[in-house]
């Protein structure tokens, strides 16, 4: 199967070629010819599976084949609703990337950017708007967009926007669009809510199920690292430093765990950046890019990254913290892997987590490998053995990893060290 029998146009061909894209992933093979066709959509895939070309390519050529190009300024005649920032941004690339030969033209809505910007962006006219429902509601509010010409409505990362909130202003903003529309939904799982929005906004949707739900894919590699909560920044730096990652996703459960990690990394001689929605979105765009370019090797961030953060070839992603959520799980590793790539997922599970990691391993049907030796005193990741909720946390020592130096202080007392130039005693030649 290639692009070439998919039914796209030439413009469009030439623009994934230029991109070194031959074969189709399996979603775009399902969803572009009855999105071509007009068809409404429901499609579940992996994250990571191609589904942003999967919708974007044959919208921009629907819209270029009804395109008016004497109209001035353009009207809003598509619309992509995504959750996050982050999302939005990549999308609004993505859109821009394969568009290129064609005379459509497209913009990004987002908070933390200009109100003011957008206002002004949007007066020149657009035919593609890629948005946050929460800026895209004040928007509509000001009448600085219309939404009554819309042709193609796009949910994106449908669960998460459900779970981050989001259902209210998603139904306010289906209140202002034409019930003529072509709607494509695309999900990572399919709860109950999903089922129930799409009934109301699909019509007769063609299904598409890729893969099977919240499972992971086949080409990352998972571990789990039973170690006290007092030991993983130690555990994190060394692994960073010794075994020379140079770039690592890792995710944290609050934002100011995200900036004490990112300093702590700091002070181990790792550089760092944070991710998270305390972040001005120049903070985040910067962090982000200097990530991607090679500037930071770790980049700590909340689940506000989970979803959406498309990085080619990311090796690495650790959970720091488990995430409270299972099926969470499934969308951060998923940072990893992607689009055929291998990737490792390393996941520090302390005691009192043992209750999230029973839960993501019912979820996935299966046990997440542990590694035996961690270089720390053995640690039971039992249900039984989980802590009450508010008891101590109960402190591992490690076994007998100390500085080849007497002179430099053991790691794991809080003290601040260079795992690029700290030299266990044992076992250093053994570790992943």
Known sequence: MSFDSLGLSDALLKAVADQGYTTPTPIQVKAIPPILAGKDIMAGA????????????PLLQRLA?????RTRPHKVRALVLVPTRELAAQVYESIATYGKYLPLQAQVIIGGASINMQTRQLRHG???VVATPGRLMD???????????????????????LDMGFLPEIRRILAYLPKNRQSLLFSA?????????????????????????????????????????S??????????????????????????????????????????????GDKTQGARSKALEYFKTGKVAALVATDIAARGLDIEELPHVVNFDLPQVAEDYVHRIGRTGRAGSSGAALSLVSPEEAHLLWAIEKLLNRQIPRVSDTGYEPISLKIIDAPKKNAP??????????????K???RGNGTSYNPRSDKPKSRANSRP
């Open 189 to 229: 799982t399919m709860p109950s809510a999903i089922k129930s929005l799409a009934a109301t906004i699909l019509n007769h949707p063609v299904e598409i199920e890729i893969a099977k739900q919240n499972i992971t894919a086949d080409n990352i590699s998972e571990q789990v690292y039973g170690i006290a909560q």
């Open 231 to 276: 030991n993983k920044r130690e555990c994190l730096s060394y692994l960073i430093g010794s075994n020379n990652w140079q770039q690592v996703l890792v995710f944290v459960r609050t934002k100011h765990g995200a900036d004490r990690l990112q300093k702590q990394l700091i002070k181990d001689g790792i550089s760092a950046a944070a991710l998270h």
């Open 139 to 161: 928007h509509v509010g000001q009448k600085n967009i219309s939404l009554a010409n819309i042709e193609i409505l796009v949910l994106d990362e449908a669960d998460r926007m």
């Open 65 to 69: 084949e009804n395109a008016d190009l």
């Open 393 to 406: 946390a109960k402190t591992s020592g490690r076994k007998d990893y100390q500085h080849a130096s007497k």
């Open 408 to 410: 430099t202080p053991q």
């Open 46 to 57: 992996q994250t990571g599976t191609g589904k942003t070309a999967g919708f974007s390519l």
């Open 126 to 128: 657009c035919d593609i």
